[in-house]
């Protein structure tokens, strides 16, 4: 009686979370294409203001790579009615606090004010879509800019290229295979011409999302997003046709170097499918039964049991055409990455085979219900959410019902997924290496 009652207080308790959870939202669309989504939250007088470009590292061609990581930072410079370099200072002046990211395929821009500087936050992003000072000055400047980064986060970073080599080695034709921050060399050789086309075909209203969330009167925000943004000219549509994969059919081994290093890693990766793919979202959990957290199943037996390993992870990384589904190792000693792969190969194979037992099954839903539970706990993560669930997934409404899809994934597909996904035969071997320096 005990267990059933609290089983049924579980349940209610859950039942209570997701309707606390639920996040409204209204969308529409301006004549120029530009998608506007509102999610009124007025418990703190804080309003996030956000614009996603679907822009990434991937939309380039050849020879021109890391143009969308790139304007991350040049679309900071400044615009017609925005002097240069003042961007930051106009947005701490007022309170408020600002940044942007890129990842292969978008580009994220958001300020966070007090509700009573929207109107600023408004006008600044339609000013970044509309009137952007793209010059030679500003064009050297962030060149400059993006190579320090490249140097401090990975030339210079220990396994700081990680994800670089495994993009190199899944792919070959699709511009997954090159970095998101690109090669240097690109950014040096394009000229001040490139950059512009760049720009008006990508950072166009039709290519983008509004979202405004948080404290603001709906009608007065309305009538501010008709006025900043409705008259921006709508670009050319954006069409997108990369080359497909051929599907890998047999182990690829690789090795690479790294002079920051001085304990080699193994990386076994996978090529798998794109993010909004129901398969994807079954991968998200072999990764976290596999190593999330000390009980984990990599973890237990090979930091824990075996003392073969000082740090094990299993990763999906989603991306939209494709996803690399990877697992990295450091091994104890003199242990070898021969005997990491072992093991690794091992319990991935347990799960091709094998139902996962229904207690580690409850524990991963109570994980993926407390991420659910997190990423909208904030203004600015709905935010990121409402943007990235309509531009990537096609689907706003996944803000509410994402939950459902992890929720209905079961034992038997978490083990038919694997088996689908991450056979030896289908995986890239990667001995991570330190770079042995020369002799004097």
């Not at 639920?22 to 999610?39: A, M, Q, S």
């Not at 010059?135 to 962030?142: A, C, E, I, L, S």
């Not at 008006?200 to 309305?222: H, M, R, S």
Request: charge should be negative.
């Amino acid at each position: 009686m005990k267990k059933k009652l609290l089983t049924g207080t579980a349940l209610l308790f859950s039942c209570l979370i997701m309707t606390a959870q639920e996040v409204k939202y209204e969308e529409y669309d301006l004549e120029n294409g530009l998608h506007v989504i509102l999610h009124q939250d007025n418990s703190a007088p804080l309003v996030t203001t956000s614009v996603m470009y679907h822009v990434g590292g991937k939309d380039r061609s050849e020879g021109r790579t890391g143009f969308a990581h790139f304007f991350e930072h040049l679309l900071f410079e400044g615009t017609k009615n925005i002097e240069k370099g003042k961007w930051f200072e106009i947005v701490s002046s007022n309170g408020g606090k600002n940044n942007a990211n890129t990842s292969q395929d978008r580009t994220y821009y958001y300020e966070v004010f007090p509700s009573n500087n929207l109107k600023l936050g408004l006008w600044m992003e339609s000013e970044r879509m509309l009137h952007p000072v793209i010059n030679q000055d500003g064009v050297d400047t962030q060149n400059e800019v993006v190579k320090e980064e490249k140097r401090l986060r990975y030339d210079n970073s220990p396994y700081g290229k990680i994800l670089f080599t495994v993009g190199e080695n899944l792919f070959e034709k699709h511009p997954y295979k090159d970095p998101n921050i690109g090669y240097m060399k690109d950014l040096d050789a394009a000229s001040l011409e490139e950059f512009i086309a760049y720009k008006n075909k990508y950072y166009v209203p039709n290519n983008a999302v509004l979202v405004v969330a948080g404290d603001f009167d709906t009608d007065q925000t309305k009538k501010w997003i008709s006025e900043y943004f409705k008259d921006i000219p709508r670009g050319a549509d954006v069409t997108r046709n990369y080359p497909k994969e051929d599907p890998i059919t047999t182990e690829r081994k690789a090795k690479t170097y790294d002079a920051n290093i001085q304990i080699p890693a193994t990386i076994i990766a996978y090529r798998t499918p794109g993010f909004a793919d129901r398969d994807a979202y079954v991968l998200d959990m072999l990764s976290t039964y596999l190593s999330d957290g000390p009980t984990s199943k990599l973890y237990k037996k090979m930091v824990d049991d075996k003392k073969e390993a000082l740090q094990v992870g299993a990763f999906n990384i989603g991306q939209e055409d494709y996803g690399m589904y990877l697992v990295f190792a450091l091994p104890v000693g003199e242990t070898s990455l021969e005997t990491l792969n072992k093991s690794i190969e091992e319990e991935i194979e347990k799960v091709r085979t094998t139902l996962i037992s229904e207690k580690d099954y409850q524990k991963l839903q109570n994980k993926f219900e407390n991420r659910y539970v997190n990423s909208n706990s904030s203004i600015e993560g709905i935010a990121g959410s409402l943007a990235t669930n309509y531009m990537l997934y096609g689907d706003t409404s996944l803000i509410n019902k994402e939950i459902e899809i992890y929720r209905s994934i079961t034992r038997e597909e978490i083990m038919e997924i694997a088996n689908k996904y991450l056979k030896p035969n289908q995986r890239v071997q990667i001995d991570y290496l330190p770079e042995e320096k020369p002799a004097n």
